[in-house]
Structures are given as C-alpha cells and as structure tokens.
C-alpha cells in the first residue's frame, strides 16, 4: 500500500468539523445533499467550502437526485467533486463530467465486484452491501478491487477498526462519516482526529 492513503471525512456539518478534520490531514471533505442527518443546504456548504485549502477535495453527496438538482447544488455549493449513490446510468455520469467535477461512485459490494471506471468515473467508493448501516462487514471475502484501481473502503469504519481494514484490503483511500461520530449526525473531533491517526499508523 502506498504511504499516500487518501482520507475521506464526510458527512461534515460545522467549522469545527471541517477545521479539525483539515488540522488532522483529510485529504477531502465530504457534505451531503440527499436526505440525511447530515444534511446541508448549498448556503452552508458554500462557507464551510471556504475554509477547505485547494490541495483538499470538496465533495458533495448525492442519492438519486435529478441531474439538474445536482448541477445547481454543485454549482451553488462550489465543490469541486460529485459522489453518486446511484443512478448507474452512464449518460447521467458523462453529463456531469462535462461539468469539471471529478466523479466518485459510490456502489454497494455484493456478488457482483464493481470497477472503478466502469461508469466513467474517477474513484470508486466501495460500501457495505447495506449501505449507510454504519456496520462492519466481512472486507475479506474476495478481491474488492483490481490492481492499481482508485478506490475507497467504506461501511463501519471507526478509529478502532480501520487499520486492520486497510491491511486486509490495501485500498487507495477510507472513507467514514457514522465511525466519527458521538451520536448520529454529530462528529465529534476527538474521534475524527483518532480515525486519521489510526489509518496513517505505519507500524508493523
């Protein structure tokens, strides 16, 4: 596994999630548009974006909204990444590549493996076969993603667990949200700090 793993917080609501998720070494930041929790609206985001430096990707999460509702979100919102949970419509993918915005897939891992690319785009998140449960599951039951594949692990990631998870997957990046939280749809630092620290821990 490369030393440069690529860190995902999402889910972030305040200044105080996305200052110490950035103090901590977050590689993106992820605020979610569908029905959640963790809700923002483009107004939001659009401050909290401002705080976010240019080398940290700014993703906006979306669950099937119509590719009109995504663009004006995006747009408002000023990320520079879109995070799909479906549609698997490759037309709707190319749309919003013409857009500039670097595509993450989001796809629940079952039977079938999916690939990075295969709906053209950027970086594939691999979450649990139910997604959102916040639950671990079994990340070693077969290969999860071919050779050299940008991918993200995700699905029951919390500080305690996330290092074995990488050693069993070698995956490009991890993603959480529920891991760092201290009730649902509240971070609480001391935990997204923890999250990072574990992950980037090189210790034999």
Partial sequence: MSDSLFIKICGLKTERDV?????????????????S?????????????RRVPEHVLTVGVFRDEPLSEV????DRAGIR??????????????????????????????????RCGDMGEDILLLDA???GS???????????AGPGEKWLLAGGLTPDNVRAAIDATRPW?????????RSRGVKDPALITAFITSARDRRP
């Avoid at 663009?71 to 995006?74: D, E, G």
């Avoid at 500039?100 to 079952?110: D, E, N, Q, S, V």
């Avoid at 916040?134 to 999860?144: F, I, M, S």
């Fill in 134 to 144: 916040g639950v671990p599951w079994d990340w070693t039951r077969k290969p999860l």
């Fill in 71 to 74: 663009r004006s979100l995006a």
């Fill in 173 to 181: 990046g991890v993603d959480v949200s529920s891991g760092v939280e």
């Fill in 129 to 131: 076969p139910v997604p």
């Fill in 81 to 114: 990444a879109v995070q799909l949970h479906g549609p698997d419509d490759r037309a709707y993918y190319d749309d919003l590549a013409m857009g500039g915005w670097t595509l993450i897939r989001a796809a629940a891992f079952g039977n079938h493996v999916p």
């Fill in 37 to 49: 929790p963790r809700r923002l609206d483009a107004t939001t985001a659009a401050r909290l974006c």
């Fill in 19 to 35: 200052d110490t998720a950035l103090e901590a070494g977050a590689d993106a930041i992820g605020f979610v548009f569908s029905d």
